[in-house]
């Protein structure tokens, strides 16, 4: 019976394919037990600049940060010479698989030969094909974690877990920086002085007297050097955190200065970065409104609502009961673009006794400059406006309209549930007066003063009590 | 092109041939028993093309492996007994005067080299003279007698056995006719429970002598085979690095090599080892030389080439064990 001839080629060529399909999957798990073997050292070399960072005083996050840099660096370079010293190249792994599984160099063998070179060649092919399907790849390359790296792994994630204790025993870096140039000038903490000062004398209170008293010193100390910069910067540190948390009183942990002072007052920057905060917040309103540079022609005079004289928006409010689409009280267009020109025509003094009372983080403005700025922004500082049960906080999340902006939202301070919109008509609870008075708005920096005046005020109607 | 092309039938072929050397592997067992080894590296040498020096004591059966040899390959048996006085002539043949149709001339009358499996029984008995002739006949496959050349009959295989212990009077086989030989086949004393059995199988009633498996045709083309055995580029440069650890004259080489060894391994030595460990992979039923093959190959192949100096035989070192420390190190540097 004729049967056709098949040639080697034929006949081995398909069959071999899994053969260099199956070196492909002994490289990736070579790779694979290569990571893992590096991770432990790697997980090292990270937990031991995490606990060095730690001792040396640097900030959990940046310490964090070194650790996870070091975690990557050390993997990426071991696996990096590795490939240099070692290159997986398919003669490697077939060695590698034959040595394992005893297969007395078949593989290497096969990967030089080509089948159609004799018939021991054709049988060499067609033997490791045959073989091949067995072979299991992760018994040729087992991963498993050795146990030494492991063992120091545990004594550096022991050494990083204590370093923040060990940090403390050991001396801060702050001290080296003592004498040096810190970047503040004597100018700025007799600033901060003068304005510590002004508050412990408003609220009586000696123990921020103090430390105004002690910045004054600073200062002065500071004055007498030839550059006028201030170098104790130990001292100063102290100074801005003990202001920072007589000033804090109310803010979320998060957010207190005073953390973000403890944290940073090992550097020169942050302490004036710190100082300028502290300015800010202590500075009264009056004070910014003198002190800041103005727009041209803007003055303290109220903006909008009553003659000057008349009291301002102090309890007022109660009135402010819910306005929709139907009964809704808006600043006209007209309105708007004239107080609009009136700011940028600095004539704003028609503006009169009104004041803005407050909004909440989220407030908006629309399509107004406000946008997306909230009441921290606004006033420098959420909390002091719209605290709960204290402040007259309104939401205002609107848009425009033909009539000016339609107020979607207002959010009154005391109401006992978030309101939200229903159906787009507005929900606003009951207006309670509270014992904080509102801010005026000639107190607003003059930045604010402008666009309060032009787009925000006049859209409520509570600010034309 | 593609008709030189490997078929699936060639394939199929190759495998049933090395079944057959399998099958003659055991035959000669059945019949030598205890000397497993030296049977392996006869096997290797026969279809390698080689021929073998077989060294051991009086009664260990050397006669009757290479007479089992030859009932099991069906090869033409000689065996030459060599003596003092045993001239040329008498091995390669000579030119006899002869009658033919009542006129007297003259016409060459084979010795008993011409055969295709050879004993040259005690070759170290003979004058350099005679071995000489026997060792050119080894080489060349020919015997030229009064200028005419007389082509040996293919397979050509001779087994050359000298007895180490009785050396008086006798010629040792320079270095140069040495190295000619493919293996030196050590036989040894066998074991206990091997020598049970063969006490049991010699003195019975009835001896095995062997049947027939093989054809020389068989052998030929076995020959022809082993030359196609691939054989991968790591393991052919741990040999030649292996034989190149072999020479006293490199400075990087170990230390016991430079004090100890006077000559190291030949190139024809090395050819000699891959060559062996190709047969042995066919033997062992694979289509390809393994770092095991090898190492196998380096004693039968390289420890009558191997010379040590005076200081070397003095410390009593042994060749075969050099050999293997130095291949071992080579070998495992190929590992990954």
Redesign the interface.
Same mark, same amino acid.
């Given at each position: 019976m004729w049967r056709r001839? #098949?040639? #080697?080629?034929e006949?081995t060529t398909p069959t071999f394919r899994p053969v260099e399909r199956k070196l492909q999957a002994v490289r990736a798990r070579v790779w694979r037990a290569r990571a893992v073997r590096a991770a432990p050292w790697s997980a090292v070399a990270g937990a031991s600049a995490f606990s060095f960072a730690e001792v040396l005083g640097r900030p959990t996050s940046t310490a964090l940060g070194v650790g996870a840099l070091a975690v990557l660096t050390t993997l990426t370079v071991t696996l990096g010479v590795w490939r240099l010293v070692?290159p997986v190249s398919l003669?490697?792994l077939a060695? *590698?698989v034959e040595?394992r599984l005893g297969l007395?160099?078949?593989l /290497?063998?096969?990967l030089? #030969?080509a089948?159609?070179? /004799? $018939? $021991?060649?054709?049988? *060499?092919h067609?033997?490791v094909a045959a073989r091949v399907t067995a072979i299991d790849v992760n018994a040729v390359v087992p991963i498993r974690v050795a146990r030494r790296p492991s063992a120091v792994f545990l004594a550096a994630l022991v050494l990083a877990v204590i370093a923040p204790q060990l940090g403390g025993w050991l001396p801060r870096t702050v001290p080296a920086v003592v004498d040096g140039d810190v970047g503040v000038s004597a100018a700025s903490v007799r600033s901060l002085a003068e304005l510590a000062a002004r508050a412990a004398e408003d609220r009586s209170d000696p123990h921020l007297a103090a430390v105004a008293r002690a910045l004054r010193e600073l200062a002065q100390e500071a004055e007498s050097r030839p550059d006028g910069v201030v170098t104790d910067a130990e001292r100063l540190g102290e100074l801005l955190t003990a202001l920072d948390r007589m000033t804090a009183n109310g803010l979320p942990p998060g957010l207190r200065p005073a953390d973000r002072v403890a944290d940073q007052h090992t550097s020169p920057s942050s302490l004036s970065e710190t100082l300028q905060a502290l300015e800010r917040r202590l500075a009264p309103p009056e004070s910014v409104a003198d002190d800041e540079p103005r727009g041209p022609g803007l003055t303290d005079r109220p903006i909008v609502g009553s003659p000057p004289g008349e009291p301002s928006a102090e309890g007022a409010g109660s009135t402010n009961r819910a306005t929709g689409p139907v009964d809704g009280n808006y600043a006209s267009r007209e309105r708007l673009q004239e107080l609009a020109r009136q700011a940028a025509a600095e004539r704003t003094q028609e503006v009169g006794a009104a004041a803005i009372i407050g909004a909440s983080e989220d407030a908006s403005a629309g399509a107004s400059e406000l946008a997306g700025r909230g009441s921290q922004e606004l006033f420098g500082d959420a909390a002091s406006v719209a605290r709960p049960g204290e402040s007259e906080a309104v939401a205002v999340q609107d848009d425009e309209s033909e009539d000016g902006r339609r107020v979607n939202l207002e959010v009154a301070p005391d109401a006992a549930d978030p309101i939200t919109p229903q159906d787009g008509v507005v929900v606003v609870g009951d207006w309670q007066p509270t014992p904080l008075p509102s801010v005026s708005a000639s107190h607003l920096p003059y930045e604010y003063r402008h666009v309060a005046a032009a787009y925000f005020l006049p859209s409520q109607r509570t600010v034309e009590r | 092109m593609?008709e030189h092309? =490997?078929?699936?039938?060639?394939?199929a072929? @190759?495998?049933s041939d090395l079944g057959l050397l399998a099958a003659t592997k055991r035959e000669i067992a059945s019949v030598v028993v205890g000397q497993d080894e030296a049977i392996e590296q006869l096997l290797i040498a026969l279809i390698s093309g080689g021929h073998a020096l077989i060294e051991g004591a009086p009664g260990l059966g050397k006669t009757l492996l290479v007479r089992t040899l030859a009932n099991v390959t069906g090869l033409e048996y000689s065996r030459i007994q060599f003596t003092p006085d045993l001239m040329p002539a008498d091995v390669t043949g000579t030119m006899a005067l002869v009658y033919e149709d009542g006129k007297a001339t003259t016409r060459f009358q084979p010795g008993p080299l011409f055969a295709q499996l050879v004993l040259a029984d005690e070759i170290n008995r003979a004058t350099p003279k005679t071995q000489a002739a026997l060792l050119e006949a080894m080489q060349e496959h020919t015997v030229t007698v009064a200028g005419t050349e007389h082509h040996m009959k293919e397979p050509f295989f001779v087994l050359a056995t000298q007895n180490p212990f009785e050396m008086d009077g006798t010629y040792a086989l320079p270095e140069a006719q040495i190295d000619r030989f493919f293996f030196k086949i050590v036989v040894d004393y066998p074991s206990e429970s091997m020598l049970e059995t063969i006490l049991d199988q010699t003195t019975g009633a009835e001896t095995t002598t062997g049947k027939q498996t093989i054809t020389p045709q068989d052998i030929l083309r076995f020959q022809q085979?082993v030359r196609?055995? =691939?054989?991968?580029?790591?393991?052919r440069r741990a040999i030649a690095r292996f034989v190149r650890s072999t020479l006293p004259s490199e400075p990087a080489n170990p230390a016991a090599v430079r004090e100890y060894v006077r000559f190291g391994i030949s190139p024809r030595g090395a050819q000699a080892v891959v060559l062996a460990a190709k047969a042995r992979a @066919?033997l062992d039923g694979?289509?390809?030389?393994? @770092?095991?093959?090898v190492r196998f190959a380096v004693a039968p192949a390289l420890r009558h080439r191997l010379q040590l100096n005076y200081r070397g035989a003095a410390e009593g070192l042994s060749v075969e064990e050099m050999l293997l420390e130095l291949f071992d190190a080579q070998a495992r540097a190929?590992? =990954?």
């Amino acid at each position: 019976m004729w049967r056709r001839k #098949v040639s #080697v080629t034929e006949m081995t060529t398909p069959t071999f394919r899994p053969v260099e399909r199956k070196l492909q999957a002994v490289r990736a798990r070579v790779w694979r037990a290569r990571a893992v073997r590096a991770a432990p050292w790697s997980a090292v070399a990270g937990a031991s600049a995490f606990s060095f960072a730690e001792v040396l005083g640097r900030p959990t996050s940046t310490a964090l940060g070194v650790g996870a840099l070091a975690v990557l660096t050390t993997l990426t370079v071991t696996l990096g010479v590795w490939r240099l010293v070692r290159p997986v190249s398919l003669a490697w792994l077939a060695r *590698l698989v034959e040595t394992r599984l005893g297969l007395q160099e078949r593989l /290497s063998t096969a990967l030089e #030969v080509a089948p159609q070179n /004799s $018939v $021991v060649a054709a049988a *060499l092919h067609r033997d490791v094909a045959a073989r091949v399907t067995a072979i299991d790849v992760n018994a040729v390359v087992p991963i498993r974690v050795a146990r030494r790296p492991s063992a120091v792994f545990l004594a550096a994630l022991v050494l990083a877990v204590i370093a923040p204790q060990l940090g403390g025993w050991l001396p801060r870096t702050v001290p080296a920086v003592v004498d040096g140039d810190v970047g503040v000038s004597a100018a700025s903490v007799r600033s901060l002085a003068e304005l510590a000062a002004r508050a412990a004398e408003d609220r009586s209170d000696p123990h921020l007297a103090a430390v105004a008293r002690a910045l004054r010193e600073l200062a002065q100390e500071a004055e007498s050097r030839p550059d006028g910069v201030v170098t104790d910067a130990e001292r100063l540190g102290e100074l801005l955190t003990a202001l920072d948390r007589m000033t804090a009183n109310g803010l979320p942990p998060g957010l207190r200065p005073a953390d973000r002072v403890a944290d940073q007052h090992t550097s020169p920057s942050s302490l004036s970065e710190t100082l300028q905060a502290l300015e800010r917040r202590l500075a009264p309103p009056e004070s910014v409104a003198d002190d800041e540079p103005r727009g041209p022609g803007l003055t303290d005079r109220p903006i909008v609502g009553s003659p000057p004289g008349e009291p301002s928006a102090e309890g007022a409010g109660s009135t402010n009961r819910a306005t929709g689409p139907v009964d809704g009280n808006y600043a006209s267009r007209e309105r708007l673009q004239e107080l609009a020109r009136q700011a940028a025509a600095e004539r704003t003094q028609e503006v009169g006794a009104a004041a803005i009372i407050g909004a909440s983080e989220d407030a908006s403005a629309g399509a107004s400059e406000l946008a997306g700025r909230g009441s921290q922004e606004l006033f420098g500082d959420a909390a002091s406006v719209a605290r709960p049960g204290e402040s007259e906080a309104v939401a205002v999340q609107d848009d425009e309209s033909e009539d000016g902006r339609r107020v979607n939202l207002e959010v009154a301070p005391d109401a006992a549930d978030p309101i939200t919109p229903q159906d787009g008509v507005v929900v606003v609870g009951d207006w309670q007066p509270t014992p904080l008075p509102s801010v005026s708005a000639s107190h607003l920096p003059y930045e604010y003063r402008h666009v309060a005046a032009a787009y925000f005020l006049p859209s409520q109607r509570t600010v034309e009590r | 092109m593609d008709e030189h092309r =490997p078929t699936t039938e060639d394939v199929a072929t @190759l495998e049933s041939d090395l079944g057959l050397l399998a099958a003659t592997k055991r035959e000669i067992a059945s019949v030598v028993v205890g000397q497993d080894e030296a049977i392996e590296q006869l096997l290797i040498a026969l279809i390698s093309g080689g021929h073998a020096l077989i060294e051991g004591a009086p009664g260990l059966g050397k006669t009757l492996l290479v007479r089992t040899l030859a009932n099991v390959t069906g090869l033409e048996y000689s065996r030459i007994q060599f003596t003092p006085d045993l001239m040329p002539a008498d091995v390669t043949g000579t030119m006899a005067l002869v009658y033919e149709d009542g006129k007297a001339t003259t016409r060459f009358q084979p010795g008993p080299l011409f055969a295709q499996l050879v004993l040259a029984d005690e070759i170290n008995r003979a004058t350099p003279k005679t071995q000489a002739a026997l060792l050119e006949a080894m080489q060349e496959h020919t015997v030229t007698v009064a200028g005419t050349e007389h082509h040996m009959k293919e397979p050509f295989f001779v087994l050359a056995t000298q007895n180490p212990f009785e050396m008086d009077g006798t010629y040792a086989l320079p270095e140069a006719q040495i190295d000619r030989f493919f293996f030196k086949i050590v036989v040894d004393y066998p074991s206990e429970s091997m020598l049970e059995t063969i006490l049991d199988q010699t003195t019975g009633a009835e001896t095995t002598t062997g049947k027939q498996t093989i054809t020389p045709q068989d052998i030929l083309r076995f020959q022809q085979r082993v030359r196609e055995v =691939p054989i991968a580029s790591h393991v052919r440069r741990a040999i030649a690095r292996f034989v190149r650890s072999t020479l006293p004259s490199e400075p990087a080489n170990p230390a016991a090599v430079r004090e100890y060894v006077r000559f190291g391994i030949s190139p024809r030595g090395a050819q000699a080892v891959v060559l062996a460990a190709k047969a042995r992979a @066919l033997l062992d039923g694979r289509f390809n030389v393994s @770092l095991d093959d090898v190492r196998f190959a380096v004693a039968p192949a390289l420890r009558h080439r191997l010379q040590l100096n005076y200081r070397g035989a003095a410390e009593g070192l042994s060749v075969e064990e050099m050999l293997l420390e130095l291949f071992d190190a080579q070998a495992r540097a190929a590992i =990954p």
